[in-house]
């Protein structure tokens, strides 16, 4: 079997149709928008695409609520930072005025850590 055989046209296909644009190939996260109010579109700044209006606003409010949900947890765990912070800040005055108080009963102390031997 010949390899002209299997290379050959099949007679009366048209030529392909279909071309791929290759300039669009990089990703465009489309951050700038235009809005035409003549023709009702979204086009993309960057790029110049043609957007669908209903999945622009659709991943758009996606984003939005996502941001609002990490906005969320993290003022959570900021409160809750905030209240170990403050139960720590009790905790040292206490332990502070125990040290006031119990220093006088203690009469001169010694100090061991971190100290040479002469």
């Known amino acids: 079997m010949s390899d002209d055989n299997v290379v050959q046209r099949f007679p009366g296909l048209?030529?392909?149709?279909?071309?791929?644009?290759?300039?669009?190939?990089?990703?465009?996260?489309?951050?700038?928008?235009?809005?035409?109010?003549?023709?009702?579109?979204?086009?993309?700044?960057?790029?110049?695409?043609?957007l669908d209006a209903f999945n622009y606003l659709r991943d758009n409010a996606r984003t939005i609520e996502m941001a609002w949900h990490h906005y969320r947890a993290v003022m959570k765990q900021v409160a809750e930072v905030g209240e170990r912070v403050h139960e720590l800040?009790?905790?040292?005055?206490?332990?502070?005025?125990?040290?006031?108080?119990?220093?006088?009963?203690?009469?001169?102390?010694?100090?061991?850590?971190?100290r040479k031997e002469p």
Do not use: W
């Not at 392909?16 to 579109?41: G, K, M």
């Open 14 to 50: 048209p030529v392909n149709p279909l071309a791929i644009d290759l300039q669009r190939t990089r990703y465009c996260s489309h951050d700038a928008v235009r809005l035409n109010e003549h023709d009702r579109t979204v086009i993309c700044v960057a790029c110049g695409a043609t």
């Open 89 to 114: 800040k009790k905790e040292k005055a206490r332990l502070q005025q125990t040290i006031k108080r119990l220093t006088p009963k203690a009469g001169d102390m010694i100090l061991t850590r971190n």
